[in-house]
């Protein structure tokens, strides 16, 4: 069974740590996705990557950045976690453009 | 933006089928319509995807209008289990969600 996974469920950080979410697929996928995900807001998409060292913004890059070294990983950088970071952030990978995306279960970060 | 419009809830009984509408009226001849679903305490899920004519999978029916401003997912009997957020996408790299439709299965 195809898979994306995410390294934490649930992470606790506080205010100003530098945030690591990792997302690894198995199915071979061009394409990664970060978004995050807040009640009364839906999904927002943060950054995302076609390709290997690739990367493109998204709607909210702002206080994140990412990293794409190898095809099967993508991670989401929080430079400086704010409590305005509290959030749920899902990653999928897709093959071909917007068909079939692959999501993960999920990291819910909590600032503090 | 979202370009798409669906209701923010349904309700269901158990065993009936479920008809969630969505319009699209600025779509384009090329673009597909995709739907996922978010499950409680999950990351959404592929639901199904087509272009023009009638889709049929496993999961769900999708019917499409002939001018392809709206088109209508179908769960043939619903359960507990397909009490989701629905979520109708014009075709968009990357994908754009919108609110959805949250539906509720009774039993």
């Known amino acids: 069974d195809v898979k994306v996974t995410q390294s934490s469920r649930y992470l606790v950080k506080r205010t100003g740590e530098k945030v690591f979410l990792e997302c690894v697929q198995d199915?071979?996928?061009?394409?990664m996705f970060w978004y995050r995900q807040d009640p009364g807001l839906g999904l927002r998409l943060i950054y995302f990557?076609?390709?290997?060292?690739?990367?493109e913004k998204g709607d909210i890059p702002e206080g994140y950045s990412v990293s794409r070294e190898k095809k099967e990983r993508f991670s989401l950088i929080l430079e400086s976690a704010s409590t305005n970071q509290t959030s749920m952030y899902l990653c999928?990978?897709?093959?071909?453009?917007?068909?079939?995306?692959?999501f993960g279960s999920g990291t819910r970060l909590t600032v503090v | 933006d979202a370009k798409t419009t669906q209701p923010n809830s349904m309700e269901s009984n158990e065993e009936e089928p479920v008809h969630l509408p969505c319009n699209h009226s600025?779509?384009?001849?090329?673009?597909?319509i995709h739907w996922y679903r978010q499950l409680p305490s999950q990351g959404p899920e592929y639901v199904i995807h087509?272009?023009?004519s009638n889709v049929n999978n496993r999961m769900a029916s999708l019917a499409i209008a002939e001018d392809r401003k709206s088109s209508t997912l179908i769960l043939h009997r619903a359960t507990l289990r397909d009490a989701a957020v629905y979520y109708c996408?014009?075709?968009?790299?990357?994908?754009?969600f919108g609110k959805g439709t949250r539906l509720s299965v009774i039993a």
């Open positions: 999928a990978s897709s093959l071909l453009g917007a068909r079939g995306y692959t």
């Open positions: 199915m071979d996928h061009e394409n």
């Open positions: 990557s076609y390709d290997v060292k690739m990367k």
């Open positions: 600025t779509i384009s001849g090329t673009d597909y």
């Open positions: 087509g272009l023009t």
């Open positions: 996408i014009q075709e968009n790299t990357p994908l754009v």
